[in-house]
């Protein structure tokens, strides 16, 4: 599978970041395509300029096609993704390849239709063209059609009208084309508002036609009748789908995301999903033969709906979905650094696993639709206000609530329990005395904990007691004058610091709440962030630079300088030598505290909001403005000799040119597969553990799509060994034991008598068969005394080994010997001719050396030696013929084996250090 990964080289941005995959990207406004395949169902979605395949049994992701262009709508026909990018190209893709480019269109091309072998595709000025998919050419083309009398929005094939196209428009009629002839078959005087959407229905001659106003009709085409007519409140139908396991239901979907299930037996509804999806459905499919239903929505979700209830009642089968609005804060939670926190504009916090998609989540907050049906109000309403900022530990999670998050114009903060994914129990909300309202701006939490340290609005600093919700203290009567912008607490809770919108940073005794030190940064700040182990605090300011704060000398060291727009957020490195920095100048920077120079900087296409180092500092988390997901950047000083250099100050002229080109966002990645051409296949059951990197390249070299070559030495200095199974070789010198161990202590037993039939001769006559009459004539004589002077004495394994010998290349026979089972070895080292010359013996002694010099298979040469010698070590002795070899292979066994057990001793001498310091 091809990863797109940077727009352009930047000039230094590159070094130490680059882009490794997105979270929470799932699918967006455009309508997705499902596919029946063998036995599996898989949805397409379109994420920018990307397409994901989910496997609708576990909704796991399974391919990932980057097309390097915005997508405008997809299409899926058999193993081929057919996607609309830039202009009115249309092109087919195949595992995550680009096929071919149609390319007649002048417009953007807004909807594809499959139908058969042909190719259907509408542009922006009403122009429909049918290509032929296999070669690409133009069949026919629909440049006549008028835009003011029909205007077409929606295309459906209905089944078994062959070459029969159905067109929808934006005036309400319906029409038939045969693209074959390029004729109109006939046209339907519809409904009086625009159509929205087709779909034909498991009957023959009937179609579903969705409408803006809401209605939905079922078009006998045969009859031209209306044969039902039925009206979802609520907005335009978006989708229509057809249950066809037997019950004749029908599920519509509107552009406010409510899903309405209509029994068409009564003609009437059955049940509706209010707010199945935060925004419009853009589609709908009843999977063939089942009862669950597949539903895609604007708002970057995907769900599964089964209908087993006793009343036929839909309950939430699975789910897929990330921010349907662009999250603002992001942070690590735990030392692990397995799941990223979220906060955005949507009201929700959301978990995201960077190994395993099934395990994100977010985190409830009630059961918000039992009381939006009580108060009659939507359930997004009754979520809480956006979360402004939050703070979590693992140290407690099994305990008690261990994260507190502050929202907007809310004077409380709240907490939630990461074990139960939940909101808490408690709202932690200091009494007031009269003054004006406070809004919860800015939280912390203790290295133990056991407290929350909230900022507020009017200056004020308070403490709780999370396990309790109690209100434990105030620092100072008014911490600032301004805005608290950031709180931190030290490892040991002996030191608080707050950072005030006024520009000033104060620490406080986190016991007493009696203020300790305080100093003006000149500037109002906008963001601060606490490196605990080196006691530093970073500080953005107003006037777009970066100071760092010695909390425990009491003094600014360090002062970085380069952003040309307003810094969004700060984030230290795991040791604290690194701090970056991000900005509306859309740029990430990467400071080098000790030495206070600037090592590194990326232009990014959006500008980033939050910024997190992973605990084991091999990834950078991002959030951008207008975007979804949760970008991850993989360290390159982790896994490569990245050589890390300080960069030059650039003038003010300079600096565009300086930063470098633009570098793309990570993309979502993912496994493709294909198995016999016919259906898509994930080729591992459980997800939960398995890197999607490790997992997507043995995926593809498994469909072909790539070789992978793994050299057998990395290095030849180094001694290889062979990745055999134990069972191999482990046991080879010890076989003989083994079968005299588990031989039968008893001679086998004649089974019970058998009734005993005489085969007959096949024709009319009753003839029975002999077996003596069929058996073949084992000498051509007719002689039954063996001929040992036809039987070959060499075996073929012994004729490899001279072979080899005689040419010098001992590669083939050593892969021969990786084929052969522990007994079939046995065997054919037994079976070595020991004659006075002793040529075979001495051939795979030279091969033992020649494996010995190369390092390789170190392990299996082993094995194969100790059972040669084994059986043939008395033969050998002293004599003369294999006396040369025998010391070559000595000499090169003792130079691997000194190498080897220089390496073990020096692991036991650190074992043994290490256990004698515990």
């Not at 114009?409 to 939630?416: I, L």
Request: charged share 25%; hydrophobic share 40%.
């Amino acid at each position: 599978m091809e990863v797109e990964g940077v727009a352009g080289p930047a000039s230094d941005g590159s070094v130490i970041f680059k882009p490794y995959r997105a979270l929470g990207e799932v699918c967006s406004h455009i309508p997705v395509a499902v596919q029946h395949r063998g036995n599996d169902h898989f949805v397409t979605t379109v994420v920018g300029d990307a397409y994901h395949i989910y496997n609708c049994k576990k909704l796991n992701l399974v391919s990932v096609g980057l097309v390097g262009h915005p997508i405008r709508c997809v299409a899926v026909s058999k193993e081929l993704v057919f996607v609309a990018e830039r202009g009115g190209v249309v092109s087919s893709w195949r595992r995550g390849r680009k096929e071919k480019d149609y390319t007649l269109h002048d417009t953007p091309v807004v909807m594809i239709l499959v139908l058969g072998s042909l190719l259907l595709t509408l542009d922006e000025e009403n122009v429909v063209v049918v290509y032929t998919i296999a070669t690409g050419e133009v069949f026919v083309e629909f440049d006549d059609l008028d835009e003011s009398h029909f205007a077409v929005t929606a295309m459906a094939h209905p089944g078994t009208y062959l070459n029969k196209v159905l067109l929808g428009s934006r005036q309400g009629r319906l029409q038939i084309w045969n693209v074959r002839s390029r004729r109109m078959v006939f046209e339907f005087a519809g409904h009086r508002s625009a159509v929205s959407c087709l779909e034909p229905a498991p009957v023959l001659d009937v179609v579903a036609v969705g409408h803006e106003d809401g209605c939905v009709v079922l078009q006998d085409l045969k009859q031209d009748s209306v044969a039902m007519k039925l009206y979802q409140e609520g907005g335009a139908i978006t989708a229509v789908s057809f249950r066809t396991d037997g019950l004749q239901m029908m599920a519509s979907g509107n552009n406010t995301g409510s899903i309405a299930i209509w029994n068409l037996e009564e003609k009437s509804v059955h049940s509706v999903i209010h707010d199945a999806h935060g925004s419009a459905v853009t589609a709908l499919k009843y999977l063939a033969s089942q009862p669950v239903l597949l539903s895609a929505g604007a708002c970057n979700s995907l769900k599964m709906w089964a209908f087993d209830q006793s009343d036929n009642g839909s309950r939430l089968l699975r789910l897929r979905e990330g921010h349907s609005l662009p999250p603002t804060k992001a942070r690590y939670y735990g030392v692990d650094g397995r799941f990223v926190l979220s906060a955005g504009k949507d009201r929700a916090l959301r978990a995201f696993c960077l190994y395993s998609d099934s395990r994100s989540h977010e985190m409830s907050q009630g059961s918000l639709t039992k009381r939006a049906k009580h108060v009659g109000l939507a359930p997004e309403e009754l979520k809480l206000p956006p979360i402004t900022d939050f703070a979590a530990e693992e140290v407690r999670e099994r305990e008690w609530d261990n994260v507190v998050t502050t929202h907007a114009r809310d004077g409380v903060a709240r907490t939630w329990r990461w074990e139960n994914k939940r909101l808490g129990s408690h709202k932690l909300e200091p009494k007031t005395h009269g003054g004006p309202p406070r809004e919860a701006k800015s939280v912390a939490m203790s290295a133990c904990g056991n407290f929350a340290i909230v900022g507020y609005s009017t200056g004020h600093v308070e403490k709780f007691n999370v396990q309790s919700g109690l209100h434990r203290g105030s620092f100072g009567k008014r911490a600032h004058t301004a805005a608290v912008r950031a709180v931190a607490c030290d490892a040991l809770n002996r030191i608080v610091t707050t950072v005030g919108q006024d520009g000033f940073v104060k620490t406080w005794d986190f016991g007493s709440g009696k203020l300790r030190w305080k100093t003006s940064v000149d500037s109002p700040v906008i963001a601060a962030e606490l490196h605990r182990e080196s006691a530093l605090l970073a500080v953005a300011c107003q006037d777009y630079s970066v100071l760092v704060v010695d909390i425990e000398g009491q003094r600014v060291v360090r002062t970085f300088a380069g952003h040309s727009n307003r810094i969004t957020d700060i984030a230290w490195s795991p040791d604290g030598r690194w701090l970056l920095s991000a900005g509306m100048d859309n740029t990430i920077r990467v400071w080098d505290v000790p030495t206070g120079c600037a090592i590194s900087r990326v232009r990014v296409a959006s500008a980033a909001t939050s910024l997190a180092f992973s605990p084991t500092a091999d990834y950078l988390a991002t959030t951008h403005v207008d975007r979804l997901g949760v970008y991850l950047w993989a360290n390159c000083t982790m896994y490569t000799d990245a050589v890390v250099k300080p960069l030059e100050a650039p003038s003010d002229d300079e600096e565009d040119e300086r930063v470098g080109a633009t570098t793309a966002l990570p993309k979502t990645r993912g496994i493709s597969a294909m198995v016999d051409g016919r259906a898509f296949k994930a080729h591992v059951e459980d997800e939960d553990e398995v890197d999607d990197d490790e997992v997507g390249a043995a995926a593809v070299a498994a469909a072909g799509d790539m070789e992978l070559d793994t050299p057998q030495q990395m290095g030849g200095d180094l001694v290889t060994l062979s990745s055999m199974p134990k069972s191999r070789w482990a046991n080879l010198s010890k076989l003989a034991d083994i079968k005299q161990r588990n031989k039968p202590t008893e001679a086998p037993k004649a089974p019970k008598s058998a009734p005993f039939f005489i085969p007959t001769k096949e024709g009319l006559t009753s003839e029975f068969a002999f077996a003596d009459e069929d058996r073949p004539d084992p000498s051509a004589d007719g002689s039954r005394v063996i001929n040992f002077g036809k039987i070959g004495v060499v075996s073929p394994f012994q004729k490899a080994l001279i072979r080899a010998g005689d040419v010098g290349g001992y590669a083939e026979f050593a892969g021969t010997l990786k084929t052969l089972t522990p007994s079939q070895i046995d065997l054919e080292i037994r079976s070595l001719v020991v004659d006075d010359e002793l040529d075979q013996p001495r051939h795979f002694l030279a091969f033992i050396a020649h494996q010995l010099k190369a390092k390789r298979d170190f392990e299996l040469t082993q094995a194969y030696l100790h059972l040669f010698l084994k059986v043939h070590g008395d033969v050998l002795r002293g004599a003369d013929e294999v006396a040369e070899v025998l010391r070559t292979t000595l000499t090169e066994h003792d130079i691997c084996w000194v190498h080897l057990e220089g390496l073990f001793q020096h692991a036991l001498c650190t074992i043994n250090f290490l256990k004698g310091q515990v």
